[in-house]
């Protein structure tokens, strides 16, 4: 679950948002009511009875499509592969890179330079104190037979090391053994 707001939270698998729930005011009434919407984007529909077997069906194919052994051509199982990323490392970064706090972890902040703004994908602090981000990136390149589960680096830069080499590793280990590439390509 991720919070969109203090009346609006998203319902995620491996980083792929497929439900949202909406706390609010009910047409003409001073009621308050949920609104359930499932779907994403232009995709988003708001959950009704006539539609639940749609909402029902969609989910079954996500929940079966969306693992680390899914099938690679799926269509679901390809969605957002750097939010799949983001969710993995997110999970188990303390694990992954030692160094860092786990416990202060952000993920797509606002970054804001002059004339320019974009979003940090992690942002941390390692056990110094000190800010560390994350940039993460994903290669849906399906024809490479090393990148079997969901495939990508992380590339952080630590005020401390300037090494993204630890990451990288830390990332390339993380992932499932039979994700690894053994023919030595």
Known sequence: MRAGSATEVGLLLH???????RHGAAAHSFAREDEISFGAGAN?????EENEPLCRDLFARLFLSRHADGTHTDPLFRLQP???LEARLRGGIAELLPGLR?????T???????????????LTLDRN???????????EDLHCRCKRWITGFACA????TGSPAKATKAAVRSRPS????????
């Open 15 to 21: 980083g792929l948002e497929f439900a949202r729930v």
């Open 102 to 106: 786990g416990d202060l972890l952000y």
């Open 157 to 160: 830069r630590s005020t401390t």
């Open 82 to 84: 750097e939010r799949w």
């Open 178 to 185: 039979s994700a690894r590439d053994t023919s030595g390509s």
């Open 108 to 122: 797509q902040v606002p970054a804001l330079s002059v004339g320019d703004r974009g979003l940090l994908d992690l």
């Open 44 to 48: 988003e529909t708001p959950l009704t």
């Open 129 to 139: 104190g000190r800010l560390t981000v994350i940039e993460l990136k994903a290669d």
